[in-house]
């Protein structure tokens, strides 16, 4: 499931981004999955990058997901 759009995963990534001082990170969401129009390396499960929670771009997206019930 790579390479169609980026993926919004449910961990936040927090990096200070200049020019802010060190003292107030930019919230931002981790991608996965690599987009269309990015290299293979961005397709690969273990690539992540990021993007500020409250920006809105083309090629990322979002996958519903439930957890699994245990058999009983």
Known sequence: ?????????GDVHTAPQAPLSFDDP???GVLRGG??????DQARTWYQASEGLQTTCPNV??????DA???R
């Not at 499931?1 to 919004?8: K, L």
């Not at 987009?35 to 293979?40: E, F, K, S, T």
């Not at 997206?61 to 439930?66: A, K």
């Open 1 to 9: 499931m790579a390479g169609n759009v980026w993926e919004w995963v």
């Open 61 to 66: 997206g979002f996958r519903t997901v439930l």
């Open 26 to 28: 930019i919230e931002r």
């Open 69 to 71: 019930e245990p058999l």
């Open 35 to 40: 987009a269309y129009g990015y290299g293979p």
